[in-house]
């Protein structure tokens, strides 16, 4: 008998870019996927008609992360990315925070499916990125799905 085990790992990749375009700070970070974003890739296997989660929310809590996290811990903007598949086993979503939205010492990232409230797929924290009034941080938050 053939065993095959899939793992689904998550990825965030991080740009802040000043006024003048210019990267400010950079980073990727890996993700936890937590017990809501499992069951809610079962739900979709299943019926197929649950919500992509297609959003993405960053905070300013680092609490560490723990499977049993349902929302961010201080969320403070969220936006609709835009879903794509690089290659044929990941899903992406990316969205970008424009001047004068999520200001602040961003230290948490997650993506959900709804524009408010929705299930938590994944939820990971950071050391700070600080994003002033005029920065833009763009957000590209994959699930890969990898056999072991």
């Given amino acids: 008998m053939f065993l095959c085990e899939i793992k ?16 400010k700070d950079e980073r990727t970070v890996e993700n936890m996927i937590v017990n809501t974003g499992r ?20 905070g300013t809590n680092n609490t560490a992360v723990t499977a049993a996290d349902t929302t961010l811990n201080t969320e403070n903007a ?48 950071f050391t700070g990125i600080v994003k002033g009034a005029a920065d833009s941080l763009q957000v590209t938050y994959d699930f890969t799905y990898a056999a072991s």
Avoid: C
């Fill in 8 to 23: 689904i790992k998550g990825k965030i990749h991080l740009v802040l870019l000043g006024e003048d375009g210019n990267i």
């Fill in 39 to 58: 069951a809610h890739i079962i739900d979709r296997l299943q019926a197929g008609a649950v919500a992509a989660a297609d959003y993405i929310a960053i």
């Fill in 78 to 125: 969220r936006g609709q990315g835009t879903l794509s598949q690089p290659d044929a086993y990941t899903d992406r979503s990316v969205f970008t925070f424009t001047a004068g939205v999520g200001t602040g010492t961003i230290v948490e990232a997650g993506r959900l499916n709804a524009s408010s409230n929705g299930t938590l797929m994944g939820r990971q924290t």
